[in-house]
């Protein structure tokens, strides 16, 4: 039996330095974050958009409890520009590095690139081309 919502409800993108990071998740994927504090979290929501399927998320900086990692999940952004070399381009001057080059998956799949943001976070990028 198939879900009636995508698997993924939520995302948290652990962060040390929280302008550093907003600074670069906002200039790699050309979005603006809000920033919130709740309680002892500093937060800082990627844009989102009820009405249409699919999870969003928040970087959060609480250092007792989230941790920047290379190891782990592996989170796949899809590039809003429709072909990931758009957003890979700004990967390093934004303080990251691409770990993966656009990578070909399958024709039918598309397109994977594999980075290290800001924090020392990997994450990666889709696009069908």
């Known amino acids: 039996m198939a879900p009636k919502n995508n698997v993924v409800g939520w995302f948290e993108i652990p962060v040390r330095q929280m302008e550093r990071a907003i600074q670069f998740y906002e200039t790699v994927f050309d979005l603006k974050l ?16 009820e009405a249409n399927p699919g999870a969003s998320g928040s970087l959060v900086n ?58 020392g976070n990997r994450i990666a990028i889709h696009s069908r081309k």
Do not use: C
Not at 34 to 49: K, N, V
Not at 100 to 111: C, R, S
């Open 34 to 49: 809000t920033r919130h504090q709740i309680g002892p979290l500093d937060m800082a929501w990627f844009p989102w958009d």
């Open 62 to 119: 609480k250092d007792d409890f989230h941790k920047p990692s290379m190891e782990g999940v592996l989170l796949y952004f899809t590039a809003a520009s429709g072909d990931l070399s758009v957003e890979l381009a700004r990967v390093q001057s934004a303080g990251g590095k691409v770990l993966l080059p656009k990578t070909l998956i399958a024709e039918e799949i598309g397109y994977m690139a594999v980075l290290v943001d800001s924090e």
